[in-house]
């Protein structure tokens, strides 16, 4: 009795193991088949099951935002973050708004970035933000009709 529990527990073991190899496997496939835009490889699993999914293309990483705001550029970030409900709900029709007001609307994942949320004030998500001249011109925070985004956008963005 006691040898067929202790199969039962080996076998058991050995197919958690192997789970954890196929994941991880898996994990690494979608992270080198992809266009990564972070620069690593050691991403959170909500990131690396966005990686595919075009609404979450047009990434910017810190160090290129941090640059284009202190050269006083004009750009609009959206700040998500792939485990936020609202910013799931937002994305789909978010992103082909602005592909339709042809606005460069630059992606950066809270996830990823935990502390860029500080840096720039975001206390929820989604949060867009417009910067021009160094400065938050507007922001616009949490799930927000399409009527809302678009006069964000020709208030802000396409002035």
């Known amino acids: 009795m006691q040898k067929k529990m202790l199969a039962i527990i080996g076998v058991i073991?050995?197919?958690?193991?192997?789970?954890?190899?196929?994941i991880n496997y898996k994990n690494d496939q979608a992270i080198?088949?992809?266009?990564?835009?972070y620069?690593?490889?050691?991403?959170?699993?909500?990131?690396?099951d966005q990686l595919d999914n075009p609404h979450y293309g047009n990434q910017i990483l810190p160090d290129e935002l941090d640059e284009k705001i202190q050269n006083g550029e004009a750009v609009t970030v959206y700040f998500y973050s792939?485990?936020?409900?609202?910013?799931?709900?937002?994305?789909?029709?978010?992103?082909?708004?602005?592909?339709?007001?042809?606005?460069?609307?630059?992606?950066?994942?809270?996830?990823?970035?935990p502390s860029e949320g500080n840096k720039y004030?975001?206390?929820?998500?989604?949060?867009l933000v417009h910067f021009d001249n160094g400065e938050i011109v507007a922001s616009i925070v949490g799930q927000r009709t399409e009527e809302e985004f678009t006069a964000f956008f020709n208030e802000f963005v396409l002035e």
Do not use: R, W
């Open 13 to 22: 073991i050995i197919l958690f193991v192997a789970l954890f190899f196929v």
């Open 32 to 37: 080198n088949k992809s266009d990564n835009p």
């Open 39 to 48: 620069g690593t490889t050691d991403l959170e699993q909500p990131t690396i």
């Open 82 to 113: 792939p485990t936020c409900v609202y910013c799931q709900n937002t994305t789909p029709y978010l992103v082909p708004l602005t592909e339709d007001l042809d606005v460069d609307m630059k992606k950066l994942n809270l996830l990823e970035f």
């Open 121 to 127: 004030g975001i206390e929820s998500t989604p949060t």
